[in-house]
């Protein structure tokens, strides 16, 4: 059974451009839940998505976006990319049935800014 | 909004020692604890968590206890083996609404 994708695994963008990353969460599961991670700290919440519809929104600034689709995998935009972007962006799914709350991230993408 | 500390920032032991991590949390309606382990250059992997309903949970050499009243939960890892050397975060949220986690402890076991 699929863990949590994530793709591309490493991007390298120049500032000023765009970038979209995408998820895919394991099936079955209904949310999921962007994060930014910056190196030597803990993850920072950015957007949960459940049933398509944006449950949550972390201090992010409005050039970053995302989306939830029909089949549950995400995309999480980003515009005007800034030098203080560059961080790895997990993405993690969860059933959120019952008592299960737990998060399954998935191995991330690095995006460096340059 | 929720705010998690978390200390040490460093922890070095000795292979066979115990290991403990604390944690404080600041939104009462906080309910669900988790712990994540990250190796470098992994992704976070749950470890062990706990609800508040609950004041310790043990899973073989892991244990996470919880104490509402203080708002403060800690990770105890006893019998401290190489391979549990990694960065380990704590989080706190609502319901598994959007999690905070703790700015992470890096965890060395030394041979």
């Known amino acids: 059974d699929a863990g949590v994708t994530q793709s591309p695994t490493h991007l390298i963008k120049t500032r000023g451009q765009h970038v979209t990353l995408r998820c895919s969460p394991i099936?079955?599961?209904?949310?999921v839940s962007w994060y930014q991670q910056v190196l030597g700290q803990g993850p920072q919440f950015i957007f949960q998505?459940?049933?398509?519809?944006?449950?949550g929104r972390g201090n992010f600034p409005d050039r970053f976006s995302a989306r939830q689709f029909p089949n549950y995998s995400s995309e999480l935009n980003v515009n005007a990319l800034l030098l203080g972007d560059s961080a790895l962006y997990l993405c993690?799914?969860?059933?959120?049935?019952?008592?299960?709350?737990?998060?399954?991230f998935g191995s991330g993408t690095r995006l460096t800014v340059v | 909004g929720e705010n998690v500390e978390q200390h040490p920032s460093t922890l070095s032991v000795q292979e066979g020692d115990s290991a403990v991590i604390k944690c404080t949390y600041s939104?009462?309606?906080?309910?669900?604890f988790p712990w994540y382990k990250q190796e470098l250059g992994k992704r976070p992997q749950l470890i062990i968590d706990?609800?508040?309903?609950?004041g310790e949970k043990k899973d073989q050499r892991i244990a996470v206890t919880l104490n509402k009243t203080a708002k403060h939960f800690s990770l105890h890892i006893t019998e401290t083996q190489p391979e549990d050397s990694a960065v380990y975060f704590c989080?706190?949220?609502?319901?598994?609404?959007?999690?905070?986690f703790g700015p992470g402890t890096r965890l060395s076991v030394l041979p």
């Open positions: 989080a706190a949220s609502n319901y598994g609404q959007n999690f905070v």
């Open positions: 998505y459940y049933e398509k519809e944006e449950r």
């Open positions: 706990i609800r508040s309903n609950v």
């Open positions: 939104d009462s309606a906080s309910n669900y």
């Open positions: 099936s079955g599961h209904k949310s």
């Open positions: 993690a799914s969860s059933s959120r049935t019952g008592a299960n709350y737990g998060y399954t």
